[in-house]
T-cell receptor, first 115, second 115 residues
């Protein structure tokens, strides 16, 4: 099993450009989520999904869009990149229960720089 | 706002010593999870403790949970240089819609184990 796969690993964008960060999992997990990690800020939740067709906002959703058309994929779209979106982005997935008591499996991250 | 907060922010010890990290959270939870992150990599799940459990062990890891104080601790015994990493606690909380749960992380404790 590949687990959680994120692409690309590195990306440089110019301000105003758009792009999509890809995330795919092959574990049939219902719950998928996107976090960004900045120095001194820990992990902050951007968007999450508890199943195909269901998405919700996390702590820092502005400037990002998501959709969940399949169980396997959960792409994160940057609509108009800004330098403040320079960060490391992690996708994570788990089995979903009402209590969310299953561990998250993380991808290896996408390091994004916006100039 | 972030649900869990780790303390201390950084901890430096010698190999063979024990390391203790603490996590405080704000609202009632049904479980609390600990993760480790090696530099630049995705997070790895260490241990999950449910709200009706007070202590849990996994190898050299011991986690306690005190729901009355809304706090948890992670103890690593007989530490090794390979334990050098950042450690995060994570707790589920209800999303903005009130029905689905999301997992949010604290800012982490950076543990350095000196050989």
């Amino acid at each position: 099993n590949a687990g959680v796969t994120q692409t690309p690993k590195f990306q440089v964008l110019k301000t105003g450009q758009s792009m999509t960060l890809q995330c795919a999992q092959d574990m049939n997990h219902e719950y998928m989520s996107w976090y960004r990690q900045d120095p001194g800020m820990g992990l902050r939740l951007i968007h999450y999904s508890v199943g195909a067709g269901i998405t919700d906002q996390g702590e820092v959703p502005n400037g990002y869009n998501v959709s969940r058309s399949t169980t396997e994929d959960f792409p994160l779209r940057l609509l108009s990149a800004a330098p403040s979106q320079t960060s490391v982005y992690f996708c994570a997935s788990s089995y979903y229960t009402v209590a969310l008591n299953s561990p998250l499996h993380f991808g290896n991250g996408t390091r994004l720089t916006v100039t | 706002s972030q649900q869990g907060e780790e303390d201390p922010q950084a901890l430096s010890i010698q190999e063979g010593e024990n390391a203790t990290m603490n996590c405080s959270y704000k609202t009632s939870i049904n479980n609390l999870q600990w993760y480790r992150q090696n530099s630049g990599r995705g997070l790895v799940h260490l241990i999950l403790i449910r709200s009706n459990e007070r202590e849990k062990h996994s190898g050299r890891l011991r986690v306690t949970l005190d729901t009355s104080k809304k706090s948890s601790s992670l103890l690593i015994t007989a530490s090794r240089a390979a334990d050098t990493a950042s450690y995060f606690c994570a707790t589920p909380s209800r999303g903005s819609g009130g029905s689905n749960y999301k997992l949010t992380f604290g800012k982490g404790t950076l543990l350095t184990v000196n050989p």
